[in-house]
């Protein structure tokens, strides 16, 4: 079990299973939405995710084109889960405060699109684009 939380707290959430990998994705939507080098998530089953508390403080804001959307929190602006397939959630690593500590790296996407300054120096499988496995 873990839970995790916004930078506030106004948003809170408990995922029901074992997590143990993250995927960093280095897409260029990715960096904007974060101001940084990408976003560092855990890709979980919809069936293991909760709302704790908060659900009326969570803005989205969704792509001009295509399907992507982000969700992040109306009161701190911290990203927060979302599910951009529908039957996983992809939840900010970052939110994590409970029940992450077998929590690695294992996977950076899109690493083709990544920032000419983003030097990758962990032991994450790189896919030049979408994770294929």
Same mark, same amino acid.
């Given at each position: ?6 930078n ?11 997590l143990?990998?993250?995927f ?12 940084a ?13 909760r709302? =704790? @508390?908060?659900?009326?403080? /969570?803005?989205?804001?969704? +792509?001009p $084109?295509?399907?992507?959307q ?8 911290s ?7 529908p039957?996983?959630?992809?939840v900010?690593?970052g939110?994590i405060s409970e029940?992450?500590?077998? =929590? @690695?790296?294992?996977h950076h /996407?899109?690493v083709?699109s +990544?920032? $000419?300054w983003d ?15």
């Amino acid at each position: 079990m873990a839970r995790g939380e916004c930078n506030c707290g106004a948003v809170a959430f408990e995922v029901d299973a074992d997590l143990s990998n993250v995927f960093v994705c280095h897409c260029s939507i990715c960096r904007r939405a974060t101001g940084a080098n990408g976003i560092a998530v855990v890709v979980i089953d919809n069936k293991c995710f909760r709302w =704790l @508390r908060g659900q009326d403080k /969570i803005a989205t804001w969704r +792509k001009p $084109v295509g399907d992507w959307q982000c969700w992040f929190c109306r009161d701190c602006g911290s990203p927060l889960p979302g599910a951009n397939d529908p039957a996983r959630m992809f939840v900010p690593a970052g939110l994590i405060s409970e029940g992450g500590e077998k =929590l @690695r790296v294992a996977h950076h /996407i899109w690493v083709g699109s +990544k920032a $000419v300054w983003d030097e990758i120096g962990d032991a994450g499988k790189q896919h030049v684009e979408a994770f294929k496995g």
